[in-house]
């Protein structure tokens, strides 16, 4: 069996593996990026939007800066986010995008002059001035206040990962592609490294590492309807989950996106209503402004999409084959618009849907999207519960998306956190002496031949890997959605245990040698089942609303006894998970107040009563 040694082991190569990875080969330490897919294929690359930082260069983001950055995060997460991480990463941000622009990213920028621009289907003027031309510009994006999500075309995880793959490697970055790893090494104190498969040759190997970083992205595909790509299943949250002793976070906090097209559910950009477009229901009337006066259309994602399901409850969806959806208008923004800052909604549309968007209208509905929820680490990305852990972008509850994260914040989260994270591995680094215990690296290993010795013998029974997972996204859908009450919870969570257990019995229906796509899934498919649990528990315990999380039975955001976040840790045996909770921040430097959209009730947190004050539309 193949075994590397490395300072660093990064379990994910998209943007914040990749990130992190270039401050610690920087600093001189040998640092390998695992990642199931060629580095440049990872997730990252799929974002079209675009990332925010507070730079106020263009007209309509004149004005801006950290402090207004950060209250539109505090505000989006709804009070769930752990404010000193909110204010680490709206200072860094445009640091974090200015060197990217160094690195050669080809934002847009200012030109100066006369545009039109839209805003709830109406044209609107806008001068750009002279002195900004050739300044990083901006476009709208939901929840906030200033125009700050910096972008190129609709590309801009795709231009970013390529030019950060590029450094990489110019750092001397490995990156180990078609590797996945499948359980952590560990004491219980210290973690030291991965076992790992190799997807080419079915092989296992071992790295061992005196710092390892999860940053394997999200957990969406546990849900049947997602943008996420096929590969974000959780892997990362799972193998820290499987070791009984670090904790996820929030895992409740799961964000459906309000324009993935229907049936395929790919996504079109928060861009698509940024820039003008607008939301159209079975009569071709523009809803949103009856719910959200002052947003309508840009009000945060978890609003929007709650809107939409009330609006298709009430009887104002359109029809399908696929089931009831909405429409998405971006007629009136022209060819050269969607030629332009558009062209891959465009793509998508004339593709998979055969619509020209120009000219007709996108059917569109509300998918799951991104995971807040993951691997818990402090300020400094540190995972709780064993030393020598980090994790950082999507894959970590960080947390500084609390239970909604705006659009545009999290490729930014990616490498704001992989700079500072990245820095903090280093001095890790630095004063850090490890032995591996060959004992306790063999011992690993054993476990995992022992599991894939059971998958090709049937010890265990005959369970067919691909319908267990469809039972356990089905179960997902159905009872942890976008609306959560005690019923469909309590359902879905019995559904989800029965689905653990028989995800324990499953054996392949294929030889499972060498690049063996079932041996994969099932290998990974009881920590996902976990996972579903985690999601599904942490939301029935949860009784208040909070951001995305929309309990029917608990409707008011309770700041008095929920201003917390959920901490799930897996004991060996058990059917559900042992919750913890601590408080969401530290430090209020802006104490919980109203959002300024999305309506509702509060209890207030000073408040030992039980006296709601109506939230803000
Ligand atoms: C369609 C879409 C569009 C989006 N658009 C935007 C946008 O415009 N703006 C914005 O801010 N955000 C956007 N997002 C969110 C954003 O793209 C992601 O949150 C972000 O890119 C995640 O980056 P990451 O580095 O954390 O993970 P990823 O880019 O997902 O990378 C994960 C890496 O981990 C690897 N991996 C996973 N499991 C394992 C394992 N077990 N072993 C080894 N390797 C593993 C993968 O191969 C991959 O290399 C979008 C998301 C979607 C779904």
Redesign the pocket.
């Known amino acids: 069996m193949q075994t590397f040694y490395t300072d660093l082991l990064c379990?994910?190569?998209?943007?914040?593996?990749?990130r992190a990875a270039i401050e610690s080969a920087a600093a001189g330490f040998t640092t390998i990026?695992?990642?199931?897919?060629p580095?440049r294929?990872?997730?990252?690359?799929?974002?079209?939007?675009?990332?925010?930082a507070s730079f106020g260069h263009c007209v309509m983001g004149e004005g801006d800066n950290p402090q207004v950055h950060f209250q539109d995060t505090v505000k989006g997460s709804d009070w769930g986010c752990d404010q000193e991480v909110a204010r680490l990463f709206v200072d860094n941000a445009p640091i974090a995008i200015r060197q990217l622009a160094f690195w050669g990213v080809p934002w847009n920028r200012v030109i100066p002059g006369k545009s039109t621009y839209y805003k709830g289907g109406k044209k609107f003027e806008k001068i750009e001035s002279v002195d900004k031309q050739g300044l990083i510009t901006a476009r709208d994006f939901g929840g906030t206040a200033k125009w700050r999500?910096c972008y190129t075309s609709d590309g801009?995880?795709h231009t970013v990962?390529y030019t950060m793959d590029n450094v990489a490697v110019q750092y001397g970055v490995q990156v180990h592609?078609k590797?996945?790893?499948?359980s952590l090494i560990h004491d219980g104190v210290h973690c030291i490294g991965a076992v790992?498969r190799c997807l080419r040759t079915g092989k296992l190997r071992t790295y061992l590492a005196k710092a390892t970083l999860i940053?394997?992205?999200?957990y969406?595909r546990v849900y049947k309807a997602?943008?996420?790509?096929v590969?974000?299943?959780g892997?990362?949250q799972l193998?820290a989950l499987n070791t009984g002793i670090v904790p996820l976070g929030n895992m409740e906090a799961v964000q459906f996106h309000p324009t993935g097209i229907v049936p395929s559910d790919?996504?079109v950009?928060?861009?698509c209503r940024g820039d003008g477009g607008t939301l159209l229901d079975v009569n071709k009337h523009r809803f949103m402004p009856d719910y959200e006066p002052e947003k309508a259309e840009l009000a945060s994602r978890d609003v929007v999409s709650r809107r939409m399901t009330e609006h298709i409850r009430k009887g104002f969806g359109v029809k399908s084959a696929y089931g009831e959806h909405l429409w998405l208008d971006i007629r009136h923004l022209g060819e050269q618009h969607l030629n332009t800052k558009l062209r891959e909604v465009k793509e998508i549309c004339n593709n998979f849907l055969g619509v020209e968007p120009a000219t007709d209208l996108i059917p569109v509905r509300p998918t799951q999207?991104?995971s807040m929820g993951g691997v818990r680490t402090n300020k400094r990305g540190e995972a709780y519960g064993l030393k020598g852990l980090f994790a950082?972008?999507?894959?970590a509850c960080w947390d500084m998306h609390g239970f909604n994260r705006l659009?545009?914040?999290?490729?930014?989260?990616?490498v704001v956190a992989g700079l500072l994270v990245g820095r903090n591995i280093v001095e890790f680094l630095e004063g850090c002496d490890v032995t591996f215990n060959t004992v306790l690296v063999r011992n690993a290993v054993k476990k995992d031949q022992e599991r894939i010795a059971h998958l090709m013998t049937d010890k265990n029974g005959r369970e067919n890997a691909y319908k267990v997972r469809d039972t356990m996204q089905k179960a997902l859908m159905e009872g942890v959605g976008i609306f959560r009450n005690e019923q469909g919870l309590t359902m879905a969570i019995s559904r989800l245990q029965e689905v653990y257990h028989r995800s324990q019995r499953v054996s392949l229906r294929s030889n499972g040698l060498g690049a063996n796509p079932e041996m994969s899934l099932a290998l990974r498919l009881p920590g996902m089942v976990k996972l579903a649990l985690c999601i599904a528990y942490g939301a029935l315990q949860r009784k208040e609303s909070r951001g995305c999380h929309a309990r029917e039975d608990y409707p008011a955001r309770n700041d008095r006894d929920w201003l917390n976040r959920t901490l799930a840790t897996w004991q060996e045996g058990a059917d559900l998970p042992t919750l913890n909770y601590e408080p969401a921040s530290t430090v209020f430097e802006l104490p919980p107040g109203e959002r300024g959209y999305g309506g509702g009730q509060i209890i207030s947190a000073d408040d030992p009563t039980t006296i709601m004050v109506e939230r803000g539309d």
Request: glycine fraction near 22%.
């Open positions: 379990i994910g190569a998209g943007l914040a593996g990749e990026c695992l990642s199931i897919v580095a294929r990872s997730h990252s690359a799929a974002a079209q939007g675009g990332m925010q999500t801009t995880g990962l592609d590797v996945e790893a499948i790992a940053a394997s992205g999200g969406g997602s943008t996420n790509a590969i974000c299943e892997g990362g193998i790919i996504l950009t928060e861009g999207h991104y950082a972008g999507e894959a659009g545009g914040n999290s490729l930014s989260e990616t």
